[in-house]
Each structure stands twice: as C-alpha cells, then as structure tokens.
C-alpha cells in the first residue's frame, strides 16, 4: 500500500513545525471539524449522482481528513493512523464471526445485523457511559437522522412512547409511502409549509426527538 505510506508521509511533512506548511502546523482537531463535515457531505454528492471519477477524488478528501487527524493525535503521543486501522479492521472480524471465526450460517442481513448489535453491547465501551435507554447520539446528526436512531431504539428495547408516537399513525403514514418519491415529496410539502408558518423543521425535531429521550429516560425502568 505504498500510496498510503505516500500520504501518511505527506501529511507529516505539511505538519512539520519547521519545514511545512504554515497553515496545516496550525490546524488542530476542533478547527478541522468544519472541512470534515464539508468533505463528507461532497462525497455524498457525489454517491447521489453516482459520478464515479468524482466519487474517486472526494473519498480521497475524507480519507485526508482521517489522516490528518491522526497525524495530530501522533503528534500528541495519543495515536496513529495505523492504530486506526488495527483498530477499525479488529472491530470488523469480531462483529463478522460467520465470515472470519465460526463461520456459522447466520442467516439474512437481519440476523447478521441483531449479531453485530449483540456484539457490540458485549464490548468495552471507549465513549462516555450509557446512563439511560438510548446510546450517546452526536448532536451534529441531521435531525432526521437522529429522529430515526430514536426511533429505532425505542422499538428495539420495546418502550412505551404512547405519550409521544401514535402507532396507528405511523403505520397508516408507513402504507402512504410507496417509494423514495413519495416520501420526497410529502417531506418537501412539510418543508414548504414550515416556510410559510416561518417555522424551522430542523430544530423543531430535533427538539421533539431530545424531549422524547429525556422523557423516557427519566421513566423507571
């Protein structure tokens, strides 16, 4: 893989305190965070218009974001790039035991998905402790997507959330939405008319979603 020695050894040279580059030596990780989210979100631009030589050059933008984090927490004696790949490819072969331990038929994709879920909450946790129902979220996930990962635990762990999802109502909206242009449609129509009601649909799910949390989190268990 000489072409990732290349760029590993590139980024170090532009982050050399001497001989680099005077604004890559005062990037830290908190200042890279926007160029990240940026990166990221060409990239998806790229998948949706399935522009593959595009998709080509943004994936490499992302792939020099990583590194360039690690090249700062090398830096700082935290870790490097090749601990993050150790680290992420051990995760992989552990939640894939019917690939590369057993090799126990599992099933379809559902049950390969329940084993990684049982997997995972087998494993020591590197982040802040789970204190309630739902796993930490970052609260820069778009609000859809943070709605849909509340949504998911709620029935995973098989919670009362009466108080603040109509069931029925959200199976009959399920039956409504044939396909993706269906759905883009009526959340188009939603966004619209939060235009017009000079509302913010993106704060204001977000803000359901979190009460929703901090609601039944609070419920004994």
């Known amino acids: 893989m000489a072409s990732i020695n290349d760029l590993i050894e590139t980024v170090a040279a532009l982050r050399h305190p001497e001989t680099g580059c005077p604004w890559d030596i005062e990037q830290d990780h908190q200042s890279l965070a926007e160029c990240l989210v940026d990166e ?56 894939h035991p019917h690939v590369f331990g057993d090799k126990v038929e599992v099933g379809g994709s559902e049950a390969v998905l329940k084993q990684w879920d049982a997997i995972k909450a087998s494993e020591k946790k ?16 778009p609000a859809l997507m943070f709605a849909q990962d509340v949504y998911k635990q709620i029935q995973k762990l098989e919670l009362d959330a009466a108080d603040f999802v109509n069931e029925s109502s959200v199976r009959a ?4 939405l044939a396909d993706e242009e269906v759905l883009g449609r009526k959340l188009f129509e939603i966004a619209a008319a939060c235009r017009l009601n000079k509302l913010d649909p993106e ?5 359901y ?3 929703v949390v901090d609601s ?6």
């Open 203 to 207: 704060s204001a799910l977000r803000r």
């Open 126 to 141: 590197r982040g802040p402790a789970q204190t309630g129902h739902f796993k930490d979220l970052p609260k820069q996930l």
């Open 173 to 176: 909206t399920a039956e409504d």
């Open 216 to 221: 039944l989190d609070r419920e004994p268990t």
């Open 40 to 95: 990221c979100c060409e990239l998806l631009q790229t998948i949706d218009r399935l522009d593959m030589p595009h998709m080509e050059e943004e994936l490499g933008d992302v792939l020099l974001q990583v590194v360039m984090h690690a090249q700062m927490a090398q830096e700082a004696g935290h870790f490097d790039f090749e601990g993050v790949c150790a680290l992420v490819n051990q995760k992989l072969v552990r939640r």
């Open 209 to 211: 979603a979190q009460n």
